[in-house]
């Protein structure tokens, strides 16, 4: 017969769980809240930008001009950037990212291309460094709200390696927030920067909503309404110093954008895991409970026979 006592210190250790799992789920959906707020406060700085480049673009002619951000070279070794989450316990979101950049490391050898690795997240980071694999540059300990310093420090270090030729591509592998039970990883290409990756086009917010006692999430389709300069506009500099100076905060808006994705998806993915355990530990919870009362019922049933049949033997 089952001992209650092991069954009741188990029903209890599991509720304990279950609270500890609650109050990670709570934590990551205000984070998931934070992350949206910092989105929707650099966007303003982010449409201007987008606006002056789309107007330089159509007025320059991006192709004729000679600047080494947008300068095409052979390609040899390619700069891979990949992002992963410090810690655990978010379902796929670590894995998933990783499979990513394997995948496409096995394409670069295949096409004979040399790569380097810059990893931004201590998983990523483990990973690699137990493959020995040819890595540049590291960072752990990021926030887990992106910060425009951040971006700015790594988008310096992509640039020193991309000027002096170090490599000659550099790529982004981060996963993309589509929605609070589903993230993508995806590779983009941060240099050299192309005309085309400037062009207008729609984006998407998200906006974290409770209904009902559960997290949704609803997204909203942002229009970027950029238009051309007007053709008596004087330039106090030369148009070609301007957009110098404009390209690289492009390159840190991107890749800000890109910390923040990970970031939401990493705490998407989180919540939605230990919602599950949650979720999981209150099945147990149930299970073990009836397993409880079945011993009980059986420990009184047995006792009541013990002294029935005691009193018949009187």
């Known amino acids: 017969m089952p001992n209650l006592k092991s069954i009741r210190d188990r029903i209890q250790s599991v509720k304990n769980t279950r609270k500890i799992t609650e109050a990670m789920r709570l934590v990551a959906a205000a984070k998931v809240r934070r992350a949206q707020e910092q989105v929707n406060a650099t966007r303003p700085f982010a449409k201007c930008l987008a606006q002056v480049l789309y107007g330089l673009q159509n007025r320059l002619k991006f192709e004729d001009v000679d600047l080494p951000l947008l300068k095409q070279r052979e390609v040899k070794t390619v700069g891979l950037l990949v992002i992963s989450g410090d810690r655990g316990l978010c379902g796929g979101y670590n894995a998933n990212i990783i499979k990513q950049a ?152 991107q890749l800000l954008r890109g910390l923040q994705e990970s970031a939401a998806s990493e705490l998407a993915s989180r919540m939605t895991a230990m919602n599950n355990a949650s979720d999981n530990a209150s099945d147990l919870v149930k299970s073990l409970t009836l397993s409880y009362n079945k011993a009980r019922q059986a420990a009184i049933t047995q006792e009541l026979s013990e002294v029935v049949a005691g009193a018949n033997a009187l």
């Open 102 to 253: 394997e995948t496409r490391i096995k394409e670069l050898k295949a096409d004979g291309y040399d790569y380097k690795l810059i990893l931004a997240g201590r998983k990523v980071s483990q990973y690699y460094e137990r493959r020995k694999a040819p890595i540049a540059q590291t960072y752990i300990g990021l926030n887990q709200i992106p910060t425009a310093d951040e971006a700015s420090g790594i988008a310096d270090y992509l640039l020193s390696l991309f000027l002096s030729e170090t490599v000659d591509r550099v790529e982004l592998i981060y996963t993309k927030f589509v929605s609070l039970i589903s993230s993508r990883p995806v590779v983009q290409t941060l240099l050299p920067l192309s005309p085309q990756g400037l062009e207008r086009r729609d984006d998407e917010i998200f906006h974290l909503t409770s209904k009902g006692g559960h997290f949704e999430v609803e997204r909203q389709a942002v229009a970027d309404q950029s238009e051309d300069f007007p053709r008596d506009m004087i330039f106090e500099q030369d148009p070609t110093q301007i957009l110098e100076a404009l390209l690289p905060l492009y390159l840190n808006n």
